[in-house]
């Protein structure tokens, strides 16, 4: 209908993509889709199809609208979606349409930023268009910011009126919508009368569209709304209807508060809905559209007028669009193979098994494990299986040398995070010699000069001998640049775990602030992407590296892993001291008890699945809009290799450092030490 009446629409909403377009940050490629939605994410246009329609109006509708009107919805929208990034990191909203928002992608402090890009670039647009526009819009968005405010500080006060909501949607949803349609009015050249009216028209409007969207969230399912259902009552929004069942539903006023559970928010909808309030917010609505529609009378041609008013209906009266569904990646259990039939899956059993007796028999034979029950600590075993997780299509030989340089570090971790070392002196004497061997790989020439060590038995025992031969493994298969790397990512790592042993023999628990920042250290997030190098069969092109969406999955991945370790070894971190524990962490800072500090680590793992499931679910499509298209490239396949692969990742949790074996065993660690040491104890090197 809108076309039919109106035939440059659709091309002038194309010249209003173009200018949206143009956002962007300068001479960043990278950072395009940051402001810029791939395809199909500008929604529907509302407030620019408003703007056009409204020009059509009074400058006829046979023709393309002018540049300054295009220029005038473009600017609108610009400020529309400035303000979406801002209110989904206020209310940390993960979808935005049904496509994960921009912040849960990129991370809240990005979507600010680009919020605020987006508020400058549209201010540029009004400003060129004249004085009395920028004017016009800076009141508009004043009072829509302080409407804003007012429902935050409102938020979960049982007292908030009824005059109160109506003003808040009025500042919030409505000056916009009427911002759009007097913006248009103005580049049309009419007077101050028509204007007003078209002004009035989009306001009204934008308060139906705002009572409507409330009832939705009560009314609505998640998929049709593009978001969750129900959140406003969660979040301690209490719209119109809301507000009038408290005033007849006394069981509504108790329930509602902070912290809702799901099982109660969804009593307080039912109370919303059975109390008839939902049809008397809808009323509200069919007032405020009778009243938007009769500010047209007198306004353009009958046609025209008509046309206009048809939208206005169709906004009101079609449900938004479901969108794609997110995805989410499915957490395996310990057992999962990737294998994809009972037949493949045998035959991955069978190969790995192989694997891990030859891995046993290598524990062994360096001396690490003293007996075959060492070998086969739950700390220890498992490792063929943890190596076809995180390279599932590897051959015996691949498995076995990741499996080896795996087992050293775990070797390595557990030396200086073994419960028995109390002796600071040692813990730095301890990561010094194993810093001194991790300098002798570094200076060996091919392979068949690893002879050049002397004795490991004699020079650092079993562990520089597993060393040594781990790592003649994984050299053969990498490049010079990529060994010097690893083998400085792995000093790095080392002096993270000496600090962690020594806060945790003085007793040293960090601040909420530093936590994070120490975790991550101590848990070797370089050594994690330099091994996942080995199993990609390249390095990472320092372009994909380094861009921004690969540094956030990586960072939110490993927080996020590390923060559900915390929570699987608790008991014996608490045992042991653990410093960096987030659960020790949070009751140490903020006074919690022991079950309110799990119940927020756990939110907080929960979110992080969520955001990164989010991300790299959505991750290809913004690097193909970037890239102009292409769906080819090292970015695209490595994020889907990565995505393919999480659940393997995710898997590697079955590891227990703490257990013992069936008799009672486990590593003697106090051996190895001695053994690194025992050069320390003959030359004084300590010293």
Known sequence: MTTQSFPAVESDLGRVREILGLAGVPGRPD?????RQPPGGHGRLIRPTLALLSYYLLAGADRAAGVRAVRA?????????????????????????????VNSVWGARMAVLAGDLLVVNGSRILAELGEREVLIAAEAGERACAGVIAETADRFLLSRTEEAYLEVTGAKTAELLSLA???????????????????????????????????????ATAGSLGKPANSDIV????????IRALAREPALARLLRRGLTAAEAETARRLVLSCGAVDEARQVVDVHMEAALGRLEGLGDPRSRDALAGYALSIMNTDRPAGPAPVTVPAPSPASSPASSPALAGVAGQLRERV???????????????????????????????????????????????????????????LLEDPELTDPGEVVRLRHRLTVLIHELGELGELGELGQLGDAREAGGAVATALAQAWAGIRATQPPSWRARALDHLAEWLEACEREACHRLSGFVPSLRDQLPLRLRSAGPDLALDLFEVTYGRQIDPAVRDHPLFRRALDLGLATALTENDLRTLEQDEAIGAPYNLVRVLRHETGRTRQEAIDEVTRQVEDGHAQLDAMLASAPAFLRAAAGGTASGPDFGLMHLIQERLPGWRGLHGTDRYSRTATGGGPDLARLRRELLLEYAETGAAR
């Open 31 to 35: 950072l395009a889709t940051l402001t």
């Open 73 to 101: 919805a473009a600017a609108v929208e610009l400020l529309h979606m400035a303000s979406l990034y801002h209110d989904d990191v206020i209310d940390d909203a993960r979808q935005r349409r049904g496509r994960p928002s």
């Open 181 to 219: 349609c007097r913006l248009s009015a103005m580049q049309a050249g009419r007077g101050p009368e028509e204007e007003d009216a078209l002004a009035r028209f989009g306001w009204h409007l934008g308060m139906a569209y705002q009572v409507r969207d409330d009832i939705l969230d009560l009314t």
């Open 235 to 242: 979040e301690g929004v209490y719209t119109l209807p809301v």
């Open 356 to 414: 891990q007796e030859r891995l046993d028999a290598w524990l062994l034979q360096t001396g690490l494990a003293a007996t075959p029950e060492e070998a086969r600590h739950p700390r220890w075993s498992g490792m063929a299986s943890a190596a076809a997780r995180l390279w599932p299509d590897a051959d015996a030989g691949q498995a076995e040398t990741l499996g080896r340089w795996m087992l050293v570090c775990y070797v390595l971790d557990d």
